[in-house]
């Protein structure tokens, strides 16, 4: 099939004779959607085939784009595609299922950002259809970007969507890593509390890592990220974290889940801050529970405790804290 003939080629049933009168017409194909059966049998100068025109050029798989678009970071974009069917469904021609591709293409069309494969079933195509995804940026800010949707079974049926940035604001320019402060290794007496104090008698100060990290996770509710080699004592980082919530918590709305890669070091992680943080003399009398991955057994646990531990297999330790019925206010993560 040439890109000069037309569309309607594509069908079974239509007389050649008609289809040469429309291609020596040379009319945009938009514009056989604004035209009615009569005059559509005025055109070929045919009557009686008006409405059968009419009925496969409303056949022709056809789609309606809208966008919303919205930056996540200075590098992200964040779209909402909703797509709209807007042709007449026949079993006979279209079956049960239409599949598309939706494609966006940087503000050149060289390069495609994103690609995903849309099936169109029989049973919603009365519905919008809504897909989300992300795409990348870059700087200096293109002017656009085309969300292409192209049918691979119809030659023809496409649909493009320019995306404009013109108005488009990114968040502020944040440089990714906090400056490294010069400062001398602060003694445990920084923690300004007798029973935080007594809870590292093993040492007198904290290592250059912990210092660093230390008014941030202990004196601010800040989101903190620490990289750190093994051994660096992360660990006491986050217990920084547990003691700032300690601070700020009642007793019983305190909450804080510490989760591992490794299923000893959970059990180990539970071992060690039952004795620092558990029930007894020298401890700070918190709840401290092992969690089982059971979802039902879990929330229980997690409401009879205040501290902890669990298995996620994954390479990322983090903790998280929070109070009971309200937002996270400290998430650190710890690589």
């Known amino acids: 099939m040439w890109s000069v003939q037309t569309r309607l080629l594509q069908f079974h049933g239509i007389a050649k004779d008609m289809l040469l009168k429309l291609e020596k017409k040379a009319l945009a194909w938009e514009r056989y959607y604004d035209l009615s059966s009569q005059e559509l049998g005025e055109l070929i100068q045919m009557p009686k085939m008006g409405r059968t025109l009419h009925k496969f050029i409303h056949q022709f798989p056809k789609l309606n784009l809208a966008a919303y678009v919205q930056p996540i970071t200075r590098t992200v974009l964040r779209v909402e595609l909703t797509i709209t069917p807007d042709f007449q469904w026949e079993d006979k021609v279209h079956g049960y299922v239409e599949p598309f591709w939706v494609l966006v293409e940087d503000s050149d069309g060289e390069s495609i950002l994103h690609h995903e494969y849309f099936l169109l079933k029989k049973q919603y195509i009365d519905d919008d259809h809504t897909l989300n995804f992300t795409v990348q940026i870059y700087e200096p800010l293109p002017p656009q970007y085309f969300i ?115 299923e000893g070091l959970a059990k180990e992680r539970h071992t060690d801050w039952q004795k620092k943080f558990g029930m007894g003399p020298n401890g700070l009398n918190l709840r401290v529970v092992e969690l089982t991955g059971e979802t039902n057994t879990d929330l229980k646990l997690l409401e009879k405790g205040q501290l902890s531990s669990a298995l996620q297999r994954n390479r990322m330790l983090y903790l998280a804290a929070g109070n009971r019925g309200s937002m996270i206010n400290k998430l650190v993560f710890l690589l």
């Open 148 to 262: 292409r949707v192209v049918s691979d079974r119809w030659l023809g049926s496409q649909t493009v969507l320019p995306v404009s940035f013109r108005y488009l604001i990114l968040p502020e320019k944040y440089p990714p890593p906090t400056e490294l402060l010069d400062l001398q290794p602060l003694p445990v007496t920084a923690l300004r509390n007798p029973l935080y104090e007594a809870l590292y008698q093993d040492f007198k100060q904290f290592n250059p890592v912990q210092t660093q990290v230390f008014t941030v996770l202990y004196n601010s509710d800040d989101n903190v990220l620490v990289a750190a080699p093994t051994g660096s004592g992360k660990t006491i980082c986050a217990e920084f974290a547990m003691l700032r919530n300690h601070q700020k918590a009642s007793e019983s709305g305190m909450r804080i889940v510490y989760i591992a890669p490794v």
